[in-house]
């Protein structure tokens, strides 16, 4: 039965990237269909810059705490139980916007995303949020 369980707090976290991602359905177990990441966040921490992805949808499914999101133009907060879609080619970033640890389980659809922020450091995500927020208005 253990090939068929993935258990809390197990999962392949790539190299340091700067932030919690424990991928829990990597895409070669479904054939680059999709991926499922779990992730992490301590408060006040961006998770990734602004950015937009070619080929992949994300669906994010918050699952404790605050977690802030901008979408294009749009930005929100939002708390357990909400989904949040990222349709490809529209720049999009999320970040911890309580003072308690938050978490989000994420749906990558298509082409698994394969993590290219190899030098990102939590330390500078205030600056980079406002930086990211500001260039994409």
């Known amino acids: 039965m253990d090939d068929y369980l993935i258990r809390p707090d197990t999962g392949h976290t790539p190299g340091e990237i700067g932030f919690a991602a424990l991928h829990k359905v990597q895409s ?18 961006l998770v990734a810059p602004m950015h937009a992805h070619s080929r992949e949808d994300e669906f994010c499914i918050v699952l404790e705490g605050q977690i802030g999101f901008r979408i294009g133009e749009e930005e929100a907060v939002e708390g357990p139980g909400t989904v949040v ?26 082409r698994a995303l394969k993590p290219t922020l190899t030098s990102w450091s939590p330390s500078s995500a205030a600056a980079m949020r406002t930086a990211s927020l500001t260039s994409a208005r």
């Open 85 to 110: 879609v990222k349709p490809r080619g529209i720049l999009h970033t999320f970040w911890n916007a309580g003072e308690q640890p938050a978490a989000l389980l994420e749906i990558i659809s298509l």
């Open 28 to 45: 070669a177990l479904t054939e680059g269909r999709f991926a499922i990441v779990e992730h992490p966040i301590v408060p006040g921490v």
